[in-house]
């Protein structure tokens, strides 16, 4: 017991560090090669998500915020993945919008991914459009509360938004029967809760995807004033699996695309990291007790 | 050659020997291909200028997966439609570079992470800024002050402002033109009327969200029923009734003696003093589910550069199925090379 308190009370902290390294590397090497993935079973929150786009009619205008960047898309791409294709596949109209600058690329990139390259029967600006970055942060919310055209005049292509027909009917946020934000922070939920929701009266239903840093200040708003909320990376694989199963064939001849099982994929990693984690955890606390006892016998 | 400089030696030339046997092993790594699309748009007759219709084309050049570059090479050695793309190759070397020299802080600062650093630094200041140019004050500044040289120049569809857009952009330039005295050798206190008009309208913004958002809907999602029965079908259900009856109830305790533990005019003793304590087990749950998640969130990313290095850049394995047969080669070489 000794030398195993002496060994951990001098461990260098950067083994540490390799250790995670192996413990995320190795599960990505054997899901990477296998194609195998952890099983999922959704909870409330992210079911909620699920049922708040299947429960509309085909065709219903969907507002899709992209509140993040690159920094957060390995968390936050497979959730707006699978949110795009559950709503491509159930012939909504997606208004994309982005209220951090590098939104509208990720917004493009989702749209190559999923509508273009799956969906090639829906039309730009009939079906889907992007509307690209606003700046203002809370401005813009409460601009679209009561004008959508006046924060949003053109599509991130340049046409203007009163001549896109996928822009029909839509005067204001509460025009649209759900809104659906992406989010890493600020501006993102809180602030669509805070600015839109509420005041609204309760008109714009939400829905979220959020990092895992934003999930547990996420928590209190479910489900009075957010429909649903897909936290972190384990909701997006709840999520995705979900989707993955409502969309594939009813007799599961055919597996889903790998493009769609991201999330899923990450769940191994996450395992990994979490085991060494606990691992670590408890044998700090043996350390730190087994030093005191020690020192309180050479004390006294 | 000191010994922080000979481990660097060491750590570079193993990883430059590791390449270079993976890069002669299996179906190479590392390759970035595009597609060549042929464009073409219809441009109408314009009365006003005397143009006649015509048809401009041009040339795009799409990111495509390797696997569609080995198609089209096995169907026609020859094609030129799908080829290797130089600028995507070093993009994918630089992104690769990049993630390693970050990586590399957490043996020991080094010059590569502070490049890294540096760089992401610059290229961030770079875009906001060509993003403030662009969708800000291009279309809501000048769209608004000089809307016909926007629309004729930049933003052909951009809709004709009204008066009060244009006022409010005025009085907009005057307070960032003000804003900007900060920066004058005399005169830097007139920047502080636009800082307080800011923070009046930033305060004013936030306090009204805040009371109907959080401390109204907050509060009346905290009254819960103790008891709340569920029920399928019209029929009361023991279980469900047991675990929703319990949560609400640990809800309005949880909040109460949260509560209590911030209330500092009385002393934690008692009664008061349990509550205290029972509220810094919710405090303290709390900040641990805080801390999984945010540790959850932390191993996507670093998973997500990890499967960036193994799939993108080092062709190890092909999860979203990117270059077909030859990954599973690529990865079992590999593997019996070490």
Redesign the interface.
């Known amino acids: 017991m000794k030398t195993l308190v002496a060994i951990l009370e001098k461990l260098d902290r ?1 083994w540490i ?1 390799l250790a ?2 192996l413990a ?2 190795g599960p ?2 054997i ?3 296998t ?1 195998k993935t952890l099983p999922e079973t959704p909870t409330p929150a992210a079911r909620a998500v699920y049922n708040a786009i299947e429960s509309l009619p085909p065709g219903s205008p969907i507002l899709l915020s992209f509140d993040f960047d690159p ?5 936050l791409l497979p959730m707006a993945t699978s949110l795009v294709h559950q709503c491509a596949a159930r012939g909504h109209r997606m208004i994309f919008i982005a209220l951090w ?2 939104g509208p690329t990720l917004i493009d990139q989702t749209i190559k991914k999923v509508i273009q390259s799956d969906y090639p029967n829906l039309k730009e600006g009939v079906d889907y459009v992007n509307l ?4 203002g942060n ?2 813009v919310m ?1 601009v679209i509360l009561t004008d959508f055209r006046k924060a949003f ?2 599509t991130k292509s ?3 938004v ?2 896109v027909a996928a822009m029909k009917g839509i005067e204001r946020v509460s025009d649209f029967p759900l809104l659906i934000t992406i989010s890493a922070g600020y501006p993102g939920a809180k ?1 669509w ?3 839109v ?3 609204s009266g309760g008109k714009v239903k939400m829905v979220t995807g959020c ?3 934003q ?2 200040q996420l928590f ?1 708003y479910y489900p ?2 957010l429909n649903g909320m897909l ?4 909701g997006a694989a709840e999520y995705e699996a979900l989707v993955n199963e409502s969309l594939a064939p009813k007799d599961h001849s055919a597996a889903p695309n ?2 769609y ?2 999330a899923q ?2 769940m191994g ?2 395992l990994g ?2 085991l060494l ?1 606990v691992a670590l955890i408890i044998l700090g606390n043996i350390a730190f007790f087994a030093a005191r006892k020690t020192k309180a016998g050479a004390t006294s | 050659m000191s010994g922080p400089t000979r481990t660097w030696a060491i750590i570079i030339a193993v990883i430059i020997v590791l390449l270079g046997v993976r890069m002669s092993i299996g179906g190479g790594m590392g390759r970035a291909y595009s597609q060549r699309l042929e464009q073409k748009a219809e441009v109408p007759a314009n009365s006003q200028t005397n143009t006649p219709a015509r048809t401009i084309t041009w040339t795009e050049w799409h990111a495509v997966q390797p696997k569609i570059y080995f198609a089209a090479q096995r169907a026609d050695p020859q094609q030129t439609q799908v080829a290797f793309s130089w600028s995507d190759t070093i993009g994918l070397w630089i992104g690769a570079f990049f993630t390693l020299a970050v990586f590399s802080f957490l043996y020991r600062d080094n010059a590569g992470y502070r490049l890294a650093e540096a760089v992401i630094i610059g290229v961030s200041a770079a875009y906001w800024g060509v993003i403030g140019f662009w969708d800000t004050l291009m279309p809501k500044l000048f769209g608004a002050l000089v809307p016909s040289f926007v629309q004729a120049h930049v933003m052909p569809s951009l809709p004709n402002p009204s008066t009060a857009t244009v006022i409010a952009m005025t009085f907009a330039l005057v307070l960032g033109v003000l804003l900007l005295m900060r920066l004058a050798p005399k005169g830097g206190w007139i920047s502080l009327w636009p800082m307080a008009f800011i923070i009046g309208v930033t305060a004013g913004l936030k306090i009204v969200s805040h009371i109907e958002g959080d401390l109204v809907a907050q509060t009346v999602a905290t009254f819960k029923p103790l008891i709340s029965p569920q029920r399928i079908e019209g029929v009361v259900e023991i279980w469900p009734t047991v675990w929703a009856s319990l949560a609400n109830t640990l809800v309005v305790v949880g909040v109460l003696c949260c509560l209590t533990y911030f209330f500092f005019s009385v002393d934690h003793k008692g009664v008061v003093g349990r509550a205290a304590r029972t509220g810094i087990m919710y405090l303290m749950i709390t900040f641990g589910a805080a801390f999984g998640f945010t540790v959850m969130g932390r191993v996507a990313l670093l998973a997500a550069r990890i499967e960036f290095l193994f799939d993108d850049w080092l062709w190890l394995i092909d999860p979203a199925g990117k270059r077909t047969i030859e990954v599973a080669a690529s990865a079992v070489s590999m593997l019996c090379w070490w």
Request: charged content about 15%; cysteine-free.
């Open positions: 950067r560090f995670m390294a995320v590397a990505i090497l899901i990477g090669i194609g920094g957060s898309g390995g968390e600058p590098l690209g970055f606003q700046s809370e401005a409460k005049p053109t340049g046409s203007a009163s001549t602030e809760i805070q600015y929701v509420s005041s990092t895992g840093v999930t547990p209190p009075a004033q936290g972190a990376i384990k790998p493009k099982l991201e994929r990450r990693p996450q990291a979490h984690m």
